[in-house]
């Protein structure tokens, strides 16, 4: 069984930066891509960034400029930094990668921006 871990969360000031990985394990085959999303309490989950096998990364428009997605192909993990935070960035990080059809999961990291 596949399982996703992300590490790197906490709290920081504004204008501060903050890097997110994102580890699996178990008998992982091809990930055909990797995603960030986060969640405000009250709010759906929004994407934060992608990056999909063979192509580039995207980003949302809040997050463009500011935040980089990028993978480790050695330690198959894959990065986000985070730079110039803002308040509105708070919330809870979700890495996913998709497996074939199979869209997986990780528990979320708490990232807290303080003004």
């Known amino acids: 069984q596949v399982t996703v871990v992300e590490s790197g969360g906490g709290l920081v000031q504004a204008g501060n930066p903050l890097k997110l990985s994102c580890a699996t394990s178990?008998?992982?085959?091809?990930?055909?891509?990797w995603g960030w999303y986060r969640q405000v309490p009250g709010n759906q989950r929004e994407r934060v960034a992608g990056?999909?096998?063979?192509?580039?990364?995207n980003y949302a428009d809040s997050v463009k400029g500011r935040f980089t997605i990028s993978r480790d192909n050695a330690e198959n993990t894959v990065n986000l930094q985070m730079n110039n935070l803002k308040p509105e960035d708070t919330g809870v990080y979700y890495c996913?990668?998709?497996?074939?059809?199979?869209?997986?999961w990780g528990q979320g990291t708490q990232v807290t921006v303080s003004s």
């Open positions: 178990g008998r992982v085959r091809r990930i055909n891509a």
């Open positions: 990056l999909p096998l063979g192509g580039g990364p």
């Open positions: 996913v990668i998709l497996i074939g059809d199979s869209w997986i």
